[in-house]
């Protein structure tokens, strides 16, 4: 969708006209059922939601600073890109341990209906004598504690890893969350290289994005433009808990622009690798704490929910 956007505005269109919006203004609450019709299966509303926000903020950045449409939306697409990309990564980083937790839940019952099938009759123990039922609710009460903490591991590594790109600041002025921080990076770098200087970049660039990065960036491109040095404009931003690494990150890349006069393009660039780097180490070793911490639950309840429901049953029917 955002490719045939694109391909439309550089035959002579324009970004409203690409997205069947005619004449109209592009705004989030606009936008975003065209991109939910166009969202995947697999993809989710929330990501949906936040193209909308991006293309929205590209549109801004365009006419503000007289960039090319089609370049704003790239930086859309790419950042775009890059969130599916780490989605990937992260189904596929906990397939294993989602699959291991589903061999421990179906454990118990399965070797319960095996010994069925072997005509060891663990059913009629397990619901026939007192004992069967004190295994069974045992059991069950383990099996039930194994299934929740199991469903809680997963629920929290999977909300939190492969997030790192998002969620960076507040509100934006066109009233949506704040996009990625890598489309923040990449819009910043598209409004340097239009000829935009350093304070006015960060001033255009934080307006059109809002929230606390945003914030942050406008009062460091005041703060340059009274005169303050670089390290100065920046002191308080870097200071920010929520916003701190953001900023350092932003600080870092263009201060030798500013003290030296140096291409910011190149140390963007590398900031927007170093996040998608950050982000796949972010992934990988959430998989692997996730691997280890699925122990707890598999020797603490469902070991003992399948010696209680489906070894003790089998082999007393089977010495009976």
Request: proline share 3%.
């Amino acid at each position: 969708m955002i490719a045939a956007a694109i391909a439309h505005v550089r035959s002579g269109g324009t970004v409203a006209q690409a997205f069947g919006l005619g004449g109209m203004r592009v705004t989030v609450a606009r936008l975003s059922p065209i991109v939910e019709a166009w969202r995947s299966p697999e993809e989710s509303g929330e990501t949906a939601r936040y193209v909308a926000i991006g293309i929205v903020a590209a549109c801004r950045l365009s006419e503000e600073l007289g960039c090319a449409a089609a370049r704003c939306l790239q930086t859309v697409a790419a950042a775009y890109r890059r969130v599916r990309l780490a989605e990937t990564r992260r189904r596929q980083a906990f397939a294993v341990p989602q699959a291991t937790s589903v061999l421990l839940s179906v454990l118990p019952v399965g070797t319960v209906a095996l010994g069925e099938l072997m005509g060891l009759r663990p059913l009629s123990f397990l619901l026939g004598t007192d004992r069967g039922l004190g295994c069974l609710a045992l059991g069950g009460c383990c099996y039930a504690i194994g299934l929740l903490w199991n469903r809680a591991l997963l629920r929290g590594m999977m909300a939190n890893i492969g997030m790192l790109n998002r969620d960076v600041g507040g509100i934006s002025a066109d009233g949506g969350v704040v996009p990625w921080l890598t489309l923040i990076i990449a819009m910043l770098d598209v409004a340097l290289r239009q000829g935009s200087s350093i304070p006015r970049a960060l001033a255009v660039v934080g307006r059109i994005c809002g929230g606390g990065i945003g914030l942050g960036m406008v009062r460091a491109g005041e703060a340059l433009l009274r005169g303050a040095s670089w390290h100065d404009a920046w002191v308080v931003q870097r200071a920010d808990r929520s916003a701190g690494e953001a900023f350092d990150l932003i600080c870092t890349a263009l201060e030798p622009s500013w003290t030296r006069g140096d291409m910011s393009s190149a140390r963007l660039e590398a900031v927007v690798d170093r996040l998608d780097a950050e982000e796949r180490a972010a992934i990988e070793q959430a998989a692997s704490r996730l691997s280890v911490r699925l122990l707890m639950p598999s020797g603490l309840c469902f070991l003992p929910a399948f010696v209680f429901v489906g070894i003790v049953p089998s082999i007393i029917s089977f010495a009976v």
